[in-house]
């Protein structure tokens, strides 16, 4: 198949796989069928997929990572390498971008407590980038360990804040990603809620060092929606890997992506690169 007959295979399985929208009027253009298959990777709970349908799709996720560009991890130059004197600056890196592009051991999601990904169709954040471009599997990954999780510890269940999750990465370049619940800032910033900031990075590289990874790639967790400031956010984040390696003596390499300018200069200030 070719990348358009790929793209129009999947449109016509998601609409008959979906309860409400069997009779949807399929866009003539490419970009509207790209827009209308991903609103129904969002929308679409967990449960079993042909598998004919499932090849198709990880071929069109597959092709279309190679389409934007992988960034493998081990080409990001770290801080120390464009000059940083900052501590541990030969693991560490910035990278600004998507960081469903890039090529590490590991990429870090910030989830929700429901560890299910965003139902929002086309919505902007990270949860529901890398669901879409990891593939429907991802999900089920995460209500198969979500499940479990609950007949442990009961019904009501949800995960807790700075708790990571590691699934696989499917169609990602990415092999893993670890979903981690950050806080939620109501109001006033309080010290329990930097601390568990501070948990969310620290624990993440403990399931790292735990799996032997040698490369992750951390989103500025819990800023945006979450509100939590994005300076005192940077300042956590790379008080907190830094501290992490310096005490372990971990070698993992440590990426820090953004996507705002306002993040990039955030992370390059608090890593000595102004």
Known sequence: MTQSERLNYLVRSFIEDSEHYK??????DTEGKRTLLRSLMNIRMPKAMDEEILKVQDEYLQERAREVGVVPAIEIPTVAELGSKAEKGDQIAIWQGDITRIGADAIVNAANSQMLGCFVPMHTCI???IHTFAGVQLRAECENKM????KKYGREYEQPTAVPMIT???NLPAKHVIHVVGPIVYGRLTTKL?????????NTLKLCDE???TSVAFCCISTGVFLFPNERAS????EEVTSYLRETGSRIKVIFNVFKNEDLDLYRKQLELE
């Open 23 to 28: 009779n949807m009027e399929v866009p003539a």
């Open 127 to 129: 949860d529901n980038c």
């Open 147 to 150: 499940r479990a999780l609950r």
């Open 168 to 170: 696989s990465g499917y």
């Open 194 to 202: 930097e601390r568990q900031l501070g948990d969310c990075y620290r």
């Open 211 to 213: 799996y032997e990874l």
């Open 235 to 238: 300042s956590i984040a790379v």
